[in-house]
């Protein structure tokens, strides 16, 4: 998972986006969580009225927000969690958008997802028999890992995957499902790649947002100032979220239409 940037010239655009708040749009029967504001800004952009959104925060920061919506929302709510995640195998395609099969928390116990919109292909389980299998783009369903720590490493992805054969990592899923399963929820998370199993994330990148999901433009800029050299690995991985991000909007777009009203 890696915050959404493109720098240098679009980090001004990026941070205004970041910074916008969250606006409660006419309540429906579908509520859409994101972690960053980044990403709950392209959710408003692309689904208009279609759901209420909401951003949680990042990380266990999430539970705080999520324990609050709980007491909001009652049993049955429709609710869908939506943002970016890394990938942990080949299959994970960068730029791509998956619906996760289930999740694993850090310890290893495993929620399952708890429905499945149609037309969506479950593959086997992540392993190196099966890292090479090819998806379709936003028609597999994948296993997510839920992390304690941004996972920036190549080599910590690849360990990651053989032990919890998961294809896909984030920080918010495990608190997600927990809480959605407490309150009843009819659930589903889709997660955009904006990091591969190839990409080595850049030391920082995790601090160009606070906990609640802002950004933090200052951080922001004198990484910029004092990594120059990164500029072109930065824009082209804030390229990368955009695309991911979008692409799991179209994910739930075509969720909404099987969802009840």
């Avoid at 990164?230 to 239409?257: S, W, Y």
């Amino acid at each position: 998972m890696i915050i959404g940037v493109g720098l240098p010239r679009s980090c001004c655009t990026l941070t205004a986006a970041l910074t916008r708040s969250d606006t409660v749009i006419d309540m429906s029967t579908t509520l859409m969580l994101c972690a960053m504001n980044f990403e709950s800004d392209i959710a408003s952009k692309r689904l208009g009225n279609r759901c209420v959104i909401r951003t949680i925060g990042v990380g266990e920061h999430c539970a705080h927000a999520l324990k609050e919506l709980v007491n909001e929302f009652g049993a049955g709510t429709n609710v869908i969690l939506c943002g970016l995640a890394g990938g942990l195998s080949a299959r994970a395609k960068l730029g791509q958008a998956y619906i996760a099969s289930h999740v694993t928390a850090p310890n290893g116990s495993v929620i399952p997802a708890p429905w499945m919109p149609s037309g969506v292909n479950t593959p086997p389980l992540a392993s190196k028999e099966f890292s090479s299998v090819d998806t379709p783009m936003n028609s597999a369903a994948l296993p997510l890992f839920c992390a304690d720590v941004l996972l920036a490493d190549t080599h910590v992805k690849a360990q990651t995957a053989r032990q919890f054969s998961c294809d896909m990592v984030d920080m918010e899923s495990a608190h997600f499902a927990r809480a959605a399963a407490q309150a009843g929820w009819r659930w589903l998370i889709v997660r955009g790649v904006s990091d591969d199993v190839q990409t080595q994330l850049p030391p920082g990148v995790f601090n160009f947002v606070n906990a609640a999901g802002a950004p933090r433009p200052l951080a922001i800029a004198l990484h910029v100032a004092t990594h120059p050299w990164q500029i072109p690995l930065l824009r082209h991985l804030g390229q990368k979220c955009t695309l991911a991000m979008n692409n799991a909007c179209d994910i739930v777009e075509r969720a909404l239409m099987e969802l009840p009203s």
